[in-house]
């Protein structure tokens, strides 16, 4: 079993839809759970970053984690062509800096 | 505040050579990781250094090494180039052992 998995599926939506991502962990030891943008031929950009249970949103985007589930989630409202990119959920364990990731979705926000 | 740098951007090598990349961190980071990443398997982690000691080590062959200097760059070193390290090798810095990271614009390696 993989330590993150992330349904790779490409998602298109239109203008000003919510996109709704997610990952499954399998380990409970990840404390650290981070969302990257990563644009084609660019290095990944991280998005959010928390450590706790519970709803973090910034701007448009909302990060979710529920560690009794092991799920965490990405809300993107009121979605923009920019936002077209592949989307990355990342871990880690406490005291290290070794993030696991997910195989990314691509997601295309159609004008 | 400058950005995680990679250098070369692009490198295209034969199957048998060896190859370095460098990595310069942010400013006042003091932690460098290394990723290769590619379609098949993802973003996979290679190595960790953290003031010039390697902290943790991915699942990747003796091939791939690495180190970081005193003024936290880094360098990763692969040896006897194989097909299959064809990636986009990823530099993460973070200010500390336990922190958000991150990344340069990557290398793009290619062994023909």
């Known amino acids: 079993q993989k330590e993150v998995e992330q349904d790779p599926g490409p998602l298109s939506v239109p203008e000003g839809a919510i996109v709704s991502l997610n990952c499954t962990y399998s380990?409970?030891?990840?404390?650290?759970f981070m969302w990257y943008r990563q644009y084609s031929r660019k290095g990944p950009e991280l998005l959010m970053y928390?450590?706790?249970?519970g709803n973090k949103e910034d701007g448009r985007f909302t990060a979710q984690v529920d560690k009794s589930s092991k799920y965490i989630s990405l809300f993107i409202r009121d979605s923009q062509p920019s936002d077209s990119a592949t989307y990355l959920c990342?871990?880690?364990?406490?005291?290290?800096?070794?993030?696991?990731f997910g195989k990314g979705n691509q997601v295309v926000v159609i004008p | 505040k400058a950005g995680v740098t990679q250098t070369p951007r692009y490198l295209i090598k034969t199957r048998g050579q060896q190859v370095t990349l460098s990595c310069s961190p942010i400013?006042?980071?003091?932690?460098v990781s290394w990723y290769q990443q590619t379609p098949g398997q993802g973003l996979q982690f290679l190595f960790e250094?953290?003031?010039?000691?390697?902290?943790n080590k991915g699942n990747f062959p003796g091939r791939f090494s690495g180190r970081q200097f005193s003024n936290s760059r880094s360098e990763m070193n692969v040896s006897t180039l194989e097909l299959g390290d064809s990636a986009l090798y990823l530099c993460?810095?973070?200010?500390?052992?336990?922190?958000?990271?991150?990344f340069g614009p990557g290398t793009r390696l290619t062994v023909l």
């Open positions: 250094y953290f003031s010039e000691t390697q902290r």
């Open positions: 990342a871990m880690s364990f406490y005291g290290n800096n070794r993030l696991a």
């Open positions: 400013s006042g980071h003091r932690s």
């Open positions: 928390t450590y706790s249970s």
């Open positions: 380990n409970s030891a990840f404390q650290y």
């Open positions: 993460a810095s973070s200010r500390t052992a336990v922190d958000e990271q991150f």
